[in-house]
């Protein structure tokens, strides 16, 4: 394709150089060999990508989008006039370098839009929902996408476990893939013929602006809690970038319980909110029980008795923004409610993968203080078991709710078990020292262990629950990862693996 047609609809643009060319590739990674590319610079937090120009024109790029702050380096460093006396290079006559500038006022922006061109704009074929939120995101993606298969449609998902289009599963580095992958992604959809495309939308996606040009047929907030601090220093910036995904013209649906949810209902015009307290979804008469929860919903008018496999207060809540997404997308309440009988647990959020008389093992990917205490909550309520938790916190990021977590761990759980969960570059036993000051500041006796290892700690767990006449095992933090992040390598782990591996060495079979 035609640069000329790819930045067509770009605003704002400056260019230097021919906008004829053929553009055969899209490329944001300088060391990665692409041909006849455009290469966007986007800077980094602690460099800038004008540095890797050379390289990227050295790997196939002949064209660099940059923000227009570098017109003038570009243009006296690369783009310099033929002198007289120089063989013109083919393809090039007025250049030295062989290369075309597009200058834009924002980089990641003009990604998405010249992303959007290249692949032929296949979100306009699809109905897109956009979840975002601190918590349950994948939970309600999955949630949405099994009301609507049960209803016969073709549904893709793009999310934090994975992306998933049709019955393929593709891996992916990261809640919200950068515009390039994106828009790719929506391509493969349109080709498999998908109809709905359920997308988790991360703050930072919103930040960096990769969901930019993206018509969302639905959008989603599931509640907004302290995370990412590390990144947006404080809790009203992050907060402040979540509510930005929402305008007040957009078909919305909004957990009214939630604060940031609340202050969105009084803005946006064409919304269905649910919670608790006053809602046009209203929820009440809450059961829960392990393996099962029955609530009651009053929708227009209307009383309505909901059953679900869900365990948790906080299914309730994913459960009902799913419902509402799916009235949102025209859809019968009643069908609806028949299909949500039905669904199974999401892997990885409050999974039973074992279930006795003695004993429950759940596995859950809560890893921020408002999760994790959900979770033990919920463990509390449903059951009279004894808790026993086994956690750790990443490194690299939001330190401050290591203290946290920690003392939330004492105050509900009988034992305490800290190990690694992606400790990255940092030293494993320092997080746990941290997370044991949280602990040690309740002021609780609590029977407490530090084990770095991941699999000795849940061995430690299973071993400890035979002692005790009854118990629930708590596996939290990384739900259906299977790696573990140490130095700057992943090894292959997974909770689920060591929890059958563990068993299977104690003769017992693993259930679900």
Known sequence: MYLSKLIANLKNQKIIGDVNINIKSLNMNSKIKKPHCIFFCIDGTKTNAIMYLDEAIKNGAVCAVVNKKYYDYCKEKFNKPMPNNKRVLKGNKKYINKITFVFVCDVRKAMAVISANFFNNPQKQLKIVGITGTNGKTSCSYLIAGILKGFGKKVGIIGTSGVYIGQKKYDANMTTPDSIELFEIFRKMVKAKIEYCIMEVSAHAIFYNKIFGINFSVKALTNVKSDHLDFFKTERNYANVKQSFFNKNDLCILNNDDKIGEKLSKKCKNLINFGKKHAIFKIFNIKLDIGKTEFKAKYKDKIYSIKTNLTGLFNVYNISLAICCALCLGFDIKKIIDVVKCLKSVDGRFDVVF?????????????????????????????????????????????????????????????VIFTS?????????????????GLKSAGKQTEYYKIEDRYKAIKKSISISKKIKQSNILIVGKGTENYQIVGNKKIQYCDYEAVKSILNDNKINLQK
């Open 421 to 437: 969960d992606n400790p990255a570059s940092e030293n494993p036993k320092r997080i746990m020292f941290e997370m044991e000051e």
């Open 355 to 415: 279930k006795d008389e003695n004993l429950n093992i759940i596995i859950d990917y809560a890893h921020t203080s408002d999760s994790l205490k959900n979770v033990l909550e919920t463990a509390k309520k449903i059951s009279p078991n004894k808790n026993i938790i086994v956690f750790g916190c990443p490194g690299e990021r939001d330190t401050k709710k290591r203290f946290f977590m920690g003392k939330l761990a004492t105050k509900f759980c009988d034992v």
